[in-house]
């Protein structure tokens, strides 16, 4: 099973400001990763995939890149609905075997 | 595109819980895509059950692929989840969602979902 670590677990950072999430695969996906939003109580959302593309109506502001084992996800001039929980999930094998990462939670400092 | 799950929010333990997910603004039986299930326990993350196709061709997680069975209704544009014997570890919200085909056409990544739905194990 290919094991996703993401880190940190919690980051806190101001509005405005930039935001760096990463997520570590243990081994190679190429660029088979998906990222995820989770606001409390909701259904996760599909902000990226391919490793660096953006699903429909995701602000430009997020953005997605790395192939293989290390991927970021990035979130530029933070806004209040951004602080949420992030996942990253791979699908690079077949049959399939989906994992996800344990999440990392982004909040306002 | 729209999913719903249904289903008894309490289960007890041995018992089997079954889901259903309604699909509605696309139709299962001429989709290209597959439909899965994702489940997540209170204040913890994501973890993949299975999918299926039209078909009825289904994958499962290797972890509950012994207790797990995935279904299609084509016409009542609805899948299925049932998972045997449960625990209180089987408490989470279910989730169902799309597994969108990708560039070399397999399933890969989840979109939509819907909104999900608590299901507890307990007596």
């Known amino acids: 099973e290919i094991v996703m670590t993401q880190s940190p677990a919690t980051l806190s950072v101001s509005p405005g400001e930039r935001a760096t999430l990463s997520c570590r695969a243990s081994q190679s996906v190429s660029g088979n990763l998906a990222w995820y939003q989770q606001q409390p109580g909701q259904a996760p959302r599909l902000l990226i995939y391919g490793a660096s593309t953006r699903a429909t109506g995701v602000p430009a502001r997020f953005s997605g890149s790395g192939s293989g084992t290390e991927f970021t996800l990035t979130i530029t001039s933070l806004q209040s609905e951004d602080f949420a929980v992030y996942y990253c999930?791979?699908?690079?094998?077949?049959?399939?075997?989906?994992?996800f990462g344990q999440g990392t939670k982004l909040e306002i400092k | 595109l729209q999913l719903q799950e249904s289903g008894p929010g309490l289960v007890k333990p041995s018992e089997t819980l079954s889901l259903t997910c309604t699909v509605s603004g696309d139709s299962i039986s001429s989709s290209y895509s597959y439909w899965g299930w994702v489940r997540q326990p209170p204040e913890k993350g994501l973890e993949w059950i299975g999918i299926?196709?039209?078909?009825?061709?289904?994958y499962y997680n290797p972890s509950l692929k012994s207790r797990v069975t995935i279904s299609v209704d084509t016409s009542n544009n609805q899948f299925s989840l049932k998972l045997s014997s449960v625990t209180a570890a089987d408490t989470a919200v279910y989730y169902c969602?799309?597994?969108?085909?990708?560039?070399?056409?397999?399933?890969?990544?989840?979109?939509?979902w819907g909104q999900g739905t608590l299901v507890i194990v307990s007596s």
């Open positions: 999930q791979q699908y690079d094998r077949w049959p399939p075997v989906y994992t």
């Open positions: 299926i196709f039209r078909t009825g061709s289904t």
């Open positions: 969602a799309r597994v969108v085909r990708g560039v070399v056409s397999d399933p890969d990544w989840f979109d939509p």
